[in-house]
Every structure is written in C-alpha cells, then in structure tokens.
C-alpha cells in the first residue's frame, strides 16, 4: 500500500514530494472519481485523475512503488488513459509596442471582435 502523494512523486508527476502533497490537499487529485487525502492508498488497477494547468490526466496504476525511479520505469507503472488536448489556436491581437492607447474607434472594433456590449455603462 503506498500513499498518492508519493506515488505521484515517484512515477514523475511532480518534480518534487511536497508538491505532490500540496496537489492532493488543493483537490486537484482523484481516486476512482472520489476525493482524497495526501495519504490515502493507491492500489494496483486504480484510475488516478491529475489536473495539469487545466487539464485531467488520467492514470491507471499497473504498479505500486514508494521510490523515485527513472523515466523509462516510472511509465510502466501507469497507463496513460488521457484523452488527446484539442487543438485550439486563438491568434490574440496585438498593438505594436509604443503605439499607445487604442483610439476610440479602434475600442468599438475590439469590442465587436470579443463580442461585448459597447454600450454597457451607458446612462443614455
């Protein structure tokens, strides 16, 4: 039986113990779907879900290990269950560096482009 927050540590998901731990407390782990603490059990054929900057990895334990291992190692203790991330490109607009506050009618066309009210704020 090995706790999640140092079997996250040890299959290099986090670079370091403590910040497995703060992970765990922040409810950014799951285990079978549920909640857990930092020492809660992880065991062979559970399915742990990782939020990673916005995104779920979803992780089914093969095997259990208390020690950091290498890379090659570490992923035979998981499968990788993650659905691919969609690729979305969004260009942002961008003013030319010293070009100074946009004019108003540069302000009306960015506010088309994003969808806002123009006229939210307006007394008349």
Not at 5 to 20: H, I, M, N, P
Not at 48 to 73: C, H, N, P, Q, W
Not at 93 to 108: C, F, L, S, V, Y
């Amino acid at each position: 039986m090995v706790r999640i927050d140092v079997w996250l540590w040890s299959v290099r998901q986090t670079k370091s113990r403590t910040l497995a731990t703060n992970e765990v407390k922040a409810g950014h782990v799951r285990i079978n779907d549920e909640p857990v603490k930092p020492s809660s059990p992880v065991r062979v054929g559970d399915t742990v879900r990782y939020r990673v900057r916005g995104f779920d990895r979803i992780l089914k334990v093969e095997r259990e290990i208390s020690k950091r291992v290498g890379a090659t190692e570490a992923r035979q203790c998981y499968t990788d269950l993650t659905p691919p991330r969609p690729d979305i490109y969004l260009p942002l607009p961008r003013r030319d560096r010293g070009a100074g506050r946009p004019t108003k009618k540069e302000r009306r066309e960015l506010d088309r482009l994003f969808g806002r009210n123009p006229n939210f704020g307006h007394m008349g």
